[in-house]
């Protein structure tokens, strides 16, 4: 092989490699496999409307002005019972734009002895890691957080159907 086809194949190949879709995070629990960064935001979207349609079973419709909905991602799984929380990313809470109640992330919610929690007007929920069980199925630990009287905790499995994410089931696993 000359090198000028060794060049303009080394050339081709740098190219291709720099046209990757996202980064790949690693699993994070046993039995979960890896998945794409790019369908972050639209898993947690459908994991917590699914949680907020849950709450509002509980909910006054007349109150519903008055209500705010903080919203957390677990930074850190290993450590369990959402020992660290971060924001979530703008583009996920940009997705709740025009919601009733008013999404925020949890950075703006208030606090107690420096933790986020849900008051009477003010509810919490977190979205812990993405576990990748196949290239169209996940399963995301999530809850209402923290320190509330209705403190819950899911396993919520989602599909991806024609480019979207639906859930195809929840179980409670109890609170943390």
Known sequence: MSLRVFSALLFVTSILASCSVGPV????????????ATEQDGIHEAVLRELFALNRDSEPSSSRALLKYY?????DPEHGHYAI?????????ARFGRSNPVVKPISAAPTRRGLPVSTMWDHVFVVGDVC????????VQAGRRPYSREES??????????????MSSYESSGGR
């Open 25 to 36: 995070p690693p699993p994070s629990r046993l039995g979960c496999g890896p998945g794409l």
């Open 71 to 75: 919203i957390g991602v677990d930074a």
């Open 85 to 93: 929380l971060r924001d979530p990313a703008a583009s996920l809470v």
């Open 132 to 139: 990748w069980k196949g290239p169209d199925r996940v399963e």
């Open 153 to 166: 905790d899911y396993l919520v499995r989602l599909k991806k159907q024609s480019g979207s994410w639906v």
